[in-house]
């Protein structure tokens, strides 16, 4: 898998795994604000 | 000098602008209807208007022109800089929105005032600090505006700023944060397209992505690492500091935080951080790996760059003037340049005039002034800021570069630790809040210094400076009086988010 992403990116497999993790995780946050917000009552 | 299609378009833009000014101007009626839009911004302004303001002109030649210096190691700007919308819309939108609701806050340091009730010096100290940073960062807008319109049309640079001045003043002083609102919406609209559409050409041109990353691996392998060693610019430690800068400082600058005292109705703030942070982040990355691009364009000898201190930052017209051989599609990139730099420039000038009219002249100066008086002083600020900066732009300071990082370090250790500690910590006091701020601003012009002039610091300058304004917000406020009971009720301080 890791050998695919550097195939495929021409990256090191850490650079690829860190940044897109990063990515990922904030997204990830970001949505679980969106389901947990409903605005003022 | 350009053909008659460039001119043509940069034309009808600039039209385009001025038009939505003079729509918009039909809608001011008073004071907060110019300062904060009526309170009517609906879920895609106000999304777009928070993109269009943290996007800077500086920060788009900036963005590609770092990518190409030093490599993956910089990517994390791509990641810190879209979360800063998030970041303003979570940890101070929801709240600031929900007390305004009550209050009627027009400007952020209406909130600072009450809630540390300090009606005079701690207004007068945020407002003065944040019309410095503010007119600093519209020296670097203007420079960056009158840079696109000599490339384009090879034209002086006092001509460039005039006609740059001229639009941007004309459209924000008649139609206030309408105008300004409505034409961030266009301007990222163009953005987002423009750098969708055109990146891409640029990185394939370059031979592909996956080509640009193992040409750069071959060149350098720490330029495709994701941080770098030791000794070096962006190490995980000075990393940590840059996000801390970049997430907060750009959250907090008065600027972007108004902007969400605008808002319609606080169910917007439930998908707007995920949809800032998505949209901003597409543009954002592309505009960097079209930087690592010109390092394979660069050496592999299909333009040359100026021989100017930061020639980095052409790399991306110079990739453009390579990849789309066709002058008329230049000007397309010109305008995509001109919007990102506008939509950050009308944005400052009009927390310039808030700031004055509303918290020194309104707030301290003139209590009893009438709502017409306040509404012409804000658009004589906001003429008086472009004259300013348009004056200080013709021959800009040597330092540009380094007062426009120091601008978003102030901001950083000036207001972010009395904005957090007011919002989030029923102990925070007036005192302690204007020593913090004060120990900030005053820590981070010597830091900056010290960094500037006589050595390299592990981590970024505005990280000492703000732990000090946070040590000094704590042991003050310890050991003076709290602020009353009642107040903290209105402000709706304490360690939540969500107010029901």
């Excluded at chain 2, 946070?470 to 301080?493: F, G, N, Q, R």
Aim: charged fraction near 10%; aromatic fraction near 12%; proline fraction near 4%.
């Amino acid at each position: 898998m890791a050998q695919c992403f550097m195939n495929m990116f021409g990256l090191p497999t850490e650079t690829i795994v860190i940044v897109g993790g990063a990515v990922l995780f904030f997204t990830v946050l970001l949505v679980f604000w969106g389901l947990y917000y409903r605005g003022e009552e | 000098m350009a053909d008659i299609a460039t001119i043509g378009i940069v034309a009808v833009y600039c039209l385009a602008m001025i038009g939505i000014g003079g729509w918009a101007s039909k809608k001011i009626k008073n004071t907060e209807d110019y300062l904060v839009a009526g309170r009517s911004l609906g879920f895609w302004v106000f999304v777009l208007l928070m993109i269009g303001t943290v996007c800077s002109g500086m920060s788009l030649l900036g963005v590609s022109g770092l990518g190409f210096k030093f490599g993956w190691p910089t990517i994390w700007e791509q990641i810190f800089v879209p979360l800063s919308i998030a970041f303003c819309i979570i940890f101070f939108g929801v709240k600031l929105h929900a007390i305004t609701r009550h209050t009627g806050y027009i400007t952020v340091q209406d909130y600072l005032a009450h809630r540390y009730e300090s009606p005079t010096a701690l207004r007068t100290l945020s407002a003065v600090a944040g019309i410095i940073v503010s007119l600093i960062y519209l020296v670097g807008q203007y420079t960056a505006i009158s840079i696109v319109l000599m490339w384009l049309f090879e034209i002086p640079l006092w001509l460039a700023l005039i006609i740059a001045t001229l639009v941007v003043t004309i459209y924000t002083t008649i139609g206030g944060l309408y105008a300004v609102a409505w034409a961030a919406l266009i301007q990222s609209l163009i953005l987002i397209l423009g750098v969708v559409i055109m990146a891409p050409i640029i990185i394939f041109y370059a031979g592909g992505f996956t080509h640009v990353n193992e040409f750069m691996a071959s060149v350098n392998p720490s330029l495709v690492q994701p941080w770098m060693s030791e000794g070096m610019v962006f190490t995980p430690a000075y990393l940590v500091s840059f996000g801390v800068l970049l997430v907060i400082g750009l959250a907090c600058a008065p600027h972007v935080i108004n902007n969400v005292l605008a808002v319609k109705d606080a169910r917007m703030f439930t998908w707007a951080p995920l949809l800032g942070f998505l949209i901003y982040g597409v543009v954002m990355f592309l505009l960097k790996f079209a930087g690592f691009a010109g390092i394979v364009l660069v050496k592999e000898g299909i333009f040359t760059l100026p021989n100017v201190p930061n020639a980095q930052d052409f790399v991306i017209l110079y990739g453009i003037q390579n990849a789309i051989p066709h002058v008329a599609l230049w000007s397309i990139f010109a305008v995509i340049v001109l919007a990102a730099v506008m939509s950050t420039t009308d944005r400052l000038m009009l927390t310039i005039g808030a700031m004055f009219s509303w918290d020194i002249y309104k707030k301290i100066i003139n209590p009893n002034a009438p709502d017409k008086k306040v509404l012409l002083i804000s658009k004589l600020i906001v003429i008086l800021s472009a004259l300013v900066t348009m004056i200080i732009a013709l021959n800009p300071p040597e330092m540009l570069a380094f007062l426009i990082w120091m601008g978003i370090g102030v901001m950083l250790s000036t207001f972010a630790v009395p904005l957090l500690a007011g919002l989030y910590w029923r102990r925070a006091t007036r005192m302690g809040a204007i020593v913090s701020m004060a120990s900030g601003l005053i820590a981070a012009g010597i830091f900056g210094a010290y960094y500037q002039y006589v050595a390299q610091l592990p981590l970024h300058f505005s990280f000492y400076a703000v732990l000090l304004s946070c040590c000094a917000m704590i042991v003050v406020s310890l050991c003076t009086k709290p602020t009353s009971e009642h107040v903290l009720d209105e402000t709706k301080t304490g360690w939540y988010i969500h107010c029901k």
